[in-house]
C-alpha cells in the first residue's frame, strides 16, 4: 500500500475518531479500551475495500460496536471480581460528539453511564447506535445481526431506562462551578461540618479505589454519614504522614460535571466530581484507583 493511500486512510479516519471513542467509551466505561478499539477499527479501516463501504462514519461505528461487545463479556467476567464500588474511568476537560442532535449525545456524565452499565450490552449497543451516533434501525439491525423490531426494542427499553434515571430538573453548569468552589473551601478549612450545608440530605457519595486506594466498598448514604466519611479520611490522612492528603486541586470538568483533579501528598492523582440537585450536592463522585487515572493530567 502506498504512502500516500495511507496518509489518505489516516486523514478520512481521524475526521471520526473522536465521535467513535466517545461511543466505544460509552458501551465500555473505559477511556483506555475505548482507545484500543478505535485502534482496532482503524486497522480494519485501513485494509478494507473502498467499494464496500458506503457511509464511512456508519460503517466505523458499526466496526466500533462489534469490537465493544466482543470485549464486554471479558469486561464483566473482571467487575465481578472488583473491589468495592466500581465507577468508569474519568474523562477530565473534554466532551464528545457535541454536535449532535440528541440530548443524550453529548453526554457522559456518571450517572449516564452507571445507568448504560446497568443495560444489557445490546440495548446498550441499539441507543447508542440509534439515539448518539443516528444509525437508522435498519442499519442498527444489520450491525447487531438481530430484526429490526427486535432492535426498537432493545432500544425503547433502554430509553425506559434513561427516563427513569435522568434528574428531573438539570442544575446548570454555573451551579455546580459555585458548589464545587464551596466544597473545596469546606475541605481546605479542615472542618468536615462546613460540608454538611452543601450536601442534600440524600445525596450520595461513591468511591472507587479498586482494592488499590483508600475507599468505601459501598456508595455512602446521606449527608451526614458522607460528612464522617471525609472527616476519617482526613484523621486517617494525619497519622499516614500526610501522604493520602490531598495538597493540591486543579479544577476541572469531569464526566461534563464541575469536579477536580486532585494531588495527594505521595504524588497520586484523584478526581472528585459533583452532581448537583435542587442547589446542593446530590452526589459525588471520586475516584481513586491508579489504573483509572493513567490519561489524567493533573
Known amino acids: 500500500m502506498t504512502t500516500a493511500r495511507h496518509a489518505r486512510d489516516v486523514q478520512e479516519f481521524e475526521v471520526h475518531r473522536h465521535r467513535l471513542v466517545g461511543l466505544a467509551y460509552r458501551m465500555l466505561g473505559s477511556r483506555t479500551d475505548a482507545d484500543d478499539v478505535v485502534q482496532d477499527a482503524f486497522l480494519r479501516w485501513h485494509t478494507a475495500a473502498r467499494r464496500d463501504i458506503g457511509d464511512p462514519g456508519r460503517w466505523l461505528g458499526t466496526v466500533v460496536t462489534r469490537l465493544c461487545l466482543d470485549r464486554i463479556k471479558s469486561a464483566r467476567a473482571r ?22 442532535g440528541s440530548d443524550v449525545a453529548h453526554d457522559i456524565s456518571v450517572a449516564l453511564m452507571l445507568t448504560l452499565e446497568r443495560l444489557s450490552p445490546l440495548e446498550r449497543a441499539a441507543f447508542l447506535l440509534h439515539d448518539v451516533f443516528e444509525l437508522d434501525f435498519t442499519e442498527v439491525a444489520r450491525a447487531l445481526e438481530r430484526t429490526e423490531a427486535a432492535v426498537r426494542q432493545l432500544a425503547s427499553r433502554a430509553r425506559d431506562h434513561l427516563r427513569r434515571d435522568k434528574p428531573r430538573f438539570p442544575a446548570s453548569a454555573e451551579t455546580g462551578r459555585t458548589l464545587a468552589a464551596a466544597f473545596r473551601a469546606a475541605a481546605e ?55 493520602a492528603a490531598v495538597v493540591a486541586f486543579r479544577p476541572a470538568t469531569v464526566n461534563g460535571m464541575a469536579g477536580f483533579v486532585l494531588k495527594e501528598g505521595d504524588g497520586a492523582i484523584a478526581t472528585i466530581a459533583f452532581e448537583p440537585r435542587d442547589g446542593k450536592i446530590g452526589a459525588i463522585y471520586l475516584v481513586r484507583n491508579p489504573e483509572k487515572l493513567r490519561h489524567v493530567k493533573f
Open 79 to 100: 467487575r465481578e471480581i472488583y473491589v468495592g464500588a466500581w465507577l468508569p474511568e474519568p474523562i477530565v476537560d473534554e466532551s464528545f460528539d457535541s454536535e449532535a
Open 189 to 243: 478549612s479542615g472542618d468536615a461540618h462546613a460540608l454538611l450545608p452543601l450536601l442534600a440530605e440524600d445525596a450520595v457519595l461513591v468511591t472507587d479505589g479498586g482494592g488499590r486506594k483508600l475507599a468505601a466498598l459501598n456508595p455512602i448514604l446521606g449527608a451526614d454519614k458522607i460528612m464522617r466519611f471525609f472527616r476519617g479520611v482526613a484523621r486517617k490522612s494525619s497519622a499516614q504522614d500526610g501522604a
